[in-house]
């Protein structure tokens, strides 16, 4: 018989930014003999899910991976499957989520994406802009480098426009698409890869990371709380004793 094990995580001591990089869609589609775009349309499946669930635990903020500035790389049909599957996924996710009290924000590169899709990220994030309780941030056309080095440039703009800046961290940190979400404190990667790949750089400092083999499709609520209670169980330093 199977029994579902109970995880016991302590309620009072939930991260407050959950990041997670879903990877192993490709693995999880090929290993049943499907396209690699089904293995997507199950990732997105379990991104609403895993939404819901996050919320349900009281975390405030979860960031996703879905589309990094690399990913461009990838054959031209996977890449428009994968623009189209996110723009459904926008779409759908406010009427989804309205009574889950999600916020939508998306961080990345913009303006490298197709217009339809700028359009409809506006659209959500003005949408639910006043909802109060899950932010849920889609990292979109986003990279860790282009990021800080977006920040940099606007810093450099603004001192030859002979503004007085400081080149502080804080500076910096003002300057980047989560200027106003705190730092990640658990990042979570699927599929047993065990690489950043140009994710939350600067943001990422001191996170906990979290490793797990299993595909992003099978990833469940039981898996996050996996995570929780590793995270739990560490004793976070930030470079003290
Ligand atoms: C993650 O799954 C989704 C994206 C990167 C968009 P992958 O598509 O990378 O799946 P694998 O790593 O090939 O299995
Ligand atoms: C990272 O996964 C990007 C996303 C999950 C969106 P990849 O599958 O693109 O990363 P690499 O290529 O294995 O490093
Ligand atoms: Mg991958």
Request: charged share 30%.
């Amino acid at each position: 018989m199977l029994f579902k094990k109970k995880i016991e995580i302590d309620s009072s001591k939930i991260p407050k930014h959950i990041a997670i990089i879903m990877d192993g869609n490709g693995r999880w589609a090929k290993k049943r003999g499907l396209s690699r775009n089904f293995g997507h349309k199950e990732g997105s499946r379990v991104l609403k899910k895993i939404v819901r669930a996050s919320h349900n635990l009281g975390v405030k903020y979860l960031t996703v991976y879905a589309f990094s500035t690399e990913n461009w790389q990838r054959p031209k049909d996977e890449v428009d499957q994968l623009m189209k599957l996110i723009l459904e996924y926008l779409r759908n996710a406010e009427e989804e989520l309205k009574d889950h009290s999600v916020r939508i924000r998306v961080i990345g590169n913009r303006k490298g994406l197709p217009a339809e899709m700028q359009d409809e990220i506006e659209r959500v994030e003005a949408n639910t802009r006043n909802i109060e309780g899950l932010d849920l941030v889609i990292a979109l056309n986003y990279g860790g480098r282009q990021e800080i080095l977006e920040a940099v440039s606007e810093l450099v703009a603004e001192a030859s426009s002979g503004k007085a800046v400081e080149i502080t961290e804080t500076a910096l940190a003002k300057r980047l698409y989560t200027k106003d979400i705190p730092d990640p404190d658990l990042i979570i990667r699927t599929s047993g890869e065990m690489r950043l790949s140009n994710f939350l750089l600067w943001q990422g400092t001191y996170a906990e990371l979290f490793f797990t083999n299993v595909l992003w499709p099978d990833f469940t609520e039981e898996h996050l709380q996996e995570a929780i209670l590793s995270y739990q169980n560490r004793q976070r330093r930030f470079g003290g004793v």
